[in-house]
């Protein structure tokens, strides 16, 4: 089975932080992606990345950034914590053709 | 109009009930097609692919109807395990990008 691991699974953290959300995967997927996930707004699409030092801006960038230097790691980068990203991080990973497989999950709280 | 609408429920059914969520997605050049389950707190795993010949997976039954552009999920002899929410999801033709809808959420009951 494919394995993705999310490094917390619960986060609290201060307004003006940075904050690093670190997610990896043992499949040797191409495709990684992060989403955030808010009750009535579903899953909303972050970054994605298909390859090694490619990313690419989903629906919603703003506030945060990515890092793919190795292929079985997705690291998504809140550069400086606010409130409004209070959230549960959802990491997930594909080859191509299949579905996802998603991690636990980062419930990530700013205060 | 979102790419992929589902109704959000909650659909509240006794055990043993069937039970039948439909979904609409607007890319008709769309290739695949996806049943999620997300529990509460958990993240969303894959339930079962939807193929056009439609397919059944023990209690469960997925169909897509092209034509009209939407799928549906039947599940027969409702368990209380089967409480969750269910995502329907489209890949479009493009890359490998999966577009998710807001999920529909059963509660079922004793």
């Known amino acids: 089975d494919v394995k993705v691991t999310q490094s917390s699974r619960y986060l609290v953290k201060r307004t003006g932080e940075k904050v690093f959300l670190e997610c990896v995967q043992d499949m040797d997927h191409e495709n990684m992606f992060w989403y955030r996930q808010d009750p009535g707004l579903g899953l909303r699409l972050i970054y994605f990345s298909y390859d090694v030092k490619m990313k690419e801006k989903g629906d919603i960038p703003e506030g945060y950034s990515v890092s793919r230097e190795k292929k079985e790691r997705f690291s998504l980068i809140l550069e400086s914590a606010s409130t409004n990203q209070t959230s549960m991080y959802l990491c997930?990973?594909?080859?191509?053709?299949?579905?996802?497989?998603f991690g636990s999950g980062t419930r990530l709280t700013v205060v | 109009r979102k790419e992929v609408e589902q109704d959000p429920g909650p659909f509240n059914v006794p055990e043993g009930a069937t039970v039948a969520f439909n979904c609409t997605y607007s890319?008709?050049?769309?290739?695949?097609f996806f049943w999620y389950r997300q529990d509460c707190r958990k993240e969303p795993k894959l339930l079962m692919s939807v193929y056009s010949s439609g397919n059944e997976d023990g209690r469960f039954t997925a169909q897509l109807n092209r034509a009209s552009q939407y799928i549906s999920l039947l599940i027969r002899d409702s368990k209380l395990s089967d409480s969750a929410t269910y995502l329907c999801?489209?890949?479009?033709?493009?890359?490998?990008?999966?577009?998710f809808g807001g999920g529909t959420r059963l509660m079922v009951k004793p």
């Open positions: 997930a990973s594909s080859s191509q053709g299949v579905g996802y497989t």
């Open positions: 890319n008709s050049a769309s290739q695949s």
């Open positions: 999801v489209v890949r479009g033709n493009a890359g490998n990008m999966l577009t």
